[in-house]
């Protein structure tokens, strides 16, 4: 139940395109969801995070939308650049713990040039 | 502002050999320090996480041990290695009672 599941695996995007990654959870206790970029060998850095009382969050070319009902959240990546080509992941942590992020496994995107 | 280190950036080691991997983190107090696992290809494992000196909870039994001798030193160790230990090991920080976990540049160690 603590299990935070993420799609799709990999993607690939054209240059301009608009990149979406779908994660879905069951656990209605998770009072915060980030997402978080990873570049090969480097640390994952937070990228963008989203309380459940908003349904969406956007910073620059970078958009949450939060579905509390669905049990569901995205991010939206517009006007997609080859910079952007990273390992993305979603996470969530339970309410009122020190303890950690339940991570998704990780979306793979390729932006072409 | 806070900045995180790890060390060594990369380890290889023959199986059967003790680990120590260290994390310190800047410009804080009393954070919560975290050690992840990420294996190839993979997600995030929780390994150890602590919220003060001398405080550690383990997420996953294993051959692997946490110690955080210091407010913001944490060490991940290991008396003998498996070859399952090969990975990327990641320290991370938040703020106590914050939201936001911060992750340092990691330790890919490989087990030969």
């Known amino acids: 139940q603590q299990q935070v599941k993420q799609s799709p695996q990999s993607l690939i995007v054209q240059k301009g395109g608009i990149s979406i990654i779908n994660c879905a959870y069951e656990n209605t206790a998770f009072d915060y969801f980030p997402w978080y970029q990873q570049f090969p060998g480097k640390g994952p850095a937070l990228l963008i995070a989203?309380?459940?009382?908003?349904s969406e969050k956007k910073e620059g070319r970078f958009t949450i939308s939060f579905n509390k009902s669905a049990k569901q959240f995205s991010l939206h990546i517009m006007d997609s650049q080859p910079g952007d080509s990273a390992t993305y992941f979603c996470a969530a942590r339970l309410s009122g713990s020190a303890r950690q992020l339940t991570f998704g496994s990780g979306t793979q995107l390729t932006v072409l040039p | 502002s806070q900045t995180i280190h790890q060390w060594p950036a990369t380890l290889v080691q023959p199986v059967g050999s003790p680990l120590s991997l260290e994390c310190t983190v800047e410009?804080?107090?009393?954070?919560?320090l975290y050690w992840y696992r990420q294996a190839a290809g993979r997600g995030l494992q929780l390994l150890f996480y602590s919220v003060g000196i001398g405080q550690i909870s383990s997420e996953v039994p294993q051959n692997l041990s946490a110690s955080r001798p210091q407010d913001r030193q944490f060490i991940l160790s290991s008396k003998k290695l498996l070859l399952s230990d090969s990975g990327f090991y990641l320290c991370?920080?938040?703020?106590?009672?914050?939201?936001?976990?911060?992750f340092g540049p990691g330790t890919r160690l490989t087990v030969t």
């Open positions: 991370a920080w938040s703020h106590s009672g914050a939201y936001e976990q911060y």
């Open positions: 989203i309380r459940p009382d908003v």
């Open positions: 410009g804080t107090s009393n954070p919560n």
